[in-house]
């Protein structure tokens, strides 16, 4: 994509970083409708968010060290798991890669000077924080915070006694968060693209992001309106689905999943946008399959609104209806496998260049496939109704939202972290870090794999002695993980400070917009907008080395 115009930017204007506007200071960012800054605000409040959610896992693993007491009361673990599933889920993955990357680089890549709504989107931010503020402060409340896990199953969340409406508004706060971010980003993607930016011309992670803000926008209301009947029920008594208020408890199962399988895809769309991104430069050769990429997207977020029946199957269904589900849970692997295909043929042959974003990159696709292999597994009837709530669903999802998202999550930071912050970090111990990351995680979560299959039920306290030994291994993996995550932040977080400074515009050789604007970015992106003549991932000059190399 190369072009003259956007290369004349002669750094002559301040960075986005040094930037003075209206406001100065703090509240140059607390008020900044920058989408830079704002993907910035939410990478240090997600970044927070996630600290205390894996503080909460790590607990859960340590009591999991030995069978009966070990660290914390039965009670106390059921409000830890909880809390580390909403954290997770709706504080880190769900909204993670959007709207810290997508903030920051979709206008950029699209070639525009900003989202559709600015204001929109600092509002988005705000909600986000007052969401994650009351989650937190449930903590705080006499009753103690809720015990009903992520999933808030009736008829229990009706009944309990610990604080379940704070996390509910949490929830419902942080929906509308993604919903407007979802609002933002189609609109921006329909109205802001530059001159020559068709559709088929745009990088492929606007094309995920583009699909997950569809089922942001269209999923995510259903989880809002869901939770306030459960608070309604609370506080009101009204039976909708407590059937000993006459309700149903099946009909709330429907409800909760027809938005959070979805929300599967709206965490895993975009970390696969960011592989697709990151194979091309460091395979250095042009993305192979980029029609089928794109329209799997498209796929994945469609198909992937009709599966969700597949998460009740032992809750009572049909014979016909079960059938259904798990014939549309199988169709929905195919556009995941497709992209795999296509990233895997990529590699193929070229010449691949191992540095950090690459090597989590990679983990991504093993990880990732063993997370939707094992989803496979899951969607056939027989193997569910024996896996269902053991510890291989635990290892599943791990495997996809932490081997998957967040994997690709670090690869996003490690590839842009140059370009987002113009400092480099220490590239020697982020390989080796994620080393630790990779070796820590597979021995965290694997043993839950083969202790599930045996029958350990997930989200309990107390387990029998054979299942031991997996616990022990999975607990050492934690600790590895957990150090893996401290050296990772670490090396950031120094690298902010005393890093070397970036001023080269095309750190890694990237081919995409962003690669062609100064380092950091300049306030309004681009001192002209560019005019894209050519798709992105177009690599000539290497394949044309390549072929050479290949011809003697
Ligand atoms: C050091 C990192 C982590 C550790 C040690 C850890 C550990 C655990 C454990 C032991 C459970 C089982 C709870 C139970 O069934 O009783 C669990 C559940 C869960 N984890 Fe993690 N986890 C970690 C990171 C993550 C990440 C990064 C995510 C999301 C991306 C995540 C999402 C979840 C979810 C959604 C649950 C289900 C909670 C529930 O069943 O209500 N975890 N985790
Ligand atoms: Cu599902």
Redesign the pocket.
């Known amino acids: 994509m190369s072009n003259e115009n956007i290369l004349s930017n002669n750094g002559n204007d301040v960075s986005y970083l040094e930037y003075k506007g209206k406001h100065t200071g703090i509240l140059g960012w607390l008020l900044s409708t920058d989408h830079k800054r704002i993907g910035l605000l939410y990478l240090i409040s997600l970044s927070i968010f996630?600290i205390v959610?894996?503080t909460?896992?790590?607990l859960?693993?340590l009591e999991?060290l030995t069978p009966g007491r070990t660290i914390m009361d039965p009670q106390t673990?059921?409000s830890i798991?909880?809390l580390?599933?909403?954290i997770?889920?709706f504080l880190?993955?769900v909204p993670g890669l959007p709207a810290v990357f997508g903030n920051f680089f979709l206008p950029i890549l699209i070639g525009a000077r900003d989202v559709a709504f600015p204001r929109l989107n600092l509002l988005s931010w705000y909600l986000y924080v007052v969401g994650g503020l009351l989650a937190i402060l449930s903590i705080l409340l006499p009753g103690g915070p809720a015990d009903?896990?992520?999933?808030f199953y009736i008829p229990y969340s009706v009944r309990t006694n610990t604080n379940v409406i704070p996390a509910l508004f949490a929830a419902f706060i942080l929906g509308f968060s993604s919903i407007l971010t979802g609002v933002n980003f189609v609109t921006t993607v329909h109205r802001l693209r530059a001159p020559g930016m068709d559709w088929f011309k745009m990088p492929l992670s606007v094309w995920s992001l583009y699909a997950t803000a569809w089922v942001q926008i269209l999923a995510t209301p259903i989880i809002g309106i869901t939770l306030l009947l459960v608070a309604i029920e609370r506080v009101f008594g009204v039976g909708l689905f407590d059937p000993a208020l006459g309700g149903d408890p099946v009909l709330y199962q429907h409800l909760f999943w027809i938005y959070s399988h979805p929300a599967v895809y709206i965490?895993i769309l975009p970390a696969m946008g960011v592989v697709s991104e990151i194979i091309p430069v460091f395979a250095h050769r042009t993305i192979f399959g980029y029609k089928f990429i794109a329209m799997s997207s498209i796929a994945i977020a469609l198909f992937g609104s009709l599966v969700w029946a597949h998460h009740m199957f032992t809750a009572g269904m049909s014979d016909t209806g079960q059938l259904i589900f798990s014939l549309l849970t199988m169709i929905v692997a195919i556009p995941s496998a497709i992209k795999v295909f296509n990233w895997v043929a990529t590699l193929y042959k070229g010449s691949i260049d191992l540095q950090p974003p690459m090597l989590y990159v990679l983990a991504f696709i093993f990880q990732f496939s063993i997370g939707g292999l094992t989803g496979i597994m899951q969607g056939v009837l027989s193997v569910d109704i024996q896996v269902h709530d053991t510890?291989f669903i635990?290892a599943h999802?791990?495997y996809v939202?932490?081997g998957g998202?967040?994997f690709g999550f670090f690869a996003a930071l490690h590839y842009w972290f140059p370009k987002m912050f113009g400092k480099m970090y220490n590239v020697k111990l982020a390989k080796r870090v994620f080393w630790a990351m990779f070796v820590g995680f597979n021995t965290?979560y694997f043993p839950?794999f083969i202790m599930g299959w045996l029958g350990m039920p997930?989200?309990?306290?107390d387990y029998l002695p054979e299942y031991q030994i997996y616990h022990v291994i999975?607990t050492i993996g934690?600790w590895i993980?957990?150090s893996a995550?401290f050296l990772m932040f670490g090396n950031f977080i120094y690298a902010l400070f005393k890093g070397a400074k970036v001023t080269e515009k095309n750190v890694w050789g990237g081919e995409t917009l962003e690669w062609q604007i100064a380092t950091p970015p300049i306030h309004e992106n681009f001192i002209d907008i560019p005019v894209v003549t050519e798709s992105p991932y177009q690599y000539k000059d290497n394949e044309l080395v390549l072929q050479t190399q290949e011809a003697k």
């Open positions: 996630l959610g894996v909460f896992g790590f859960m693993r999991l673990y059921n798991f909880t580390h599933g909403v997770m889920i880190f993955v009903t896990g992520w999933t965490m510890s635990v999802f791990h939202m932490f998202t967040g965290l839950m997930r989200r309990y306290y999975s934690s993980l957990v995550l």
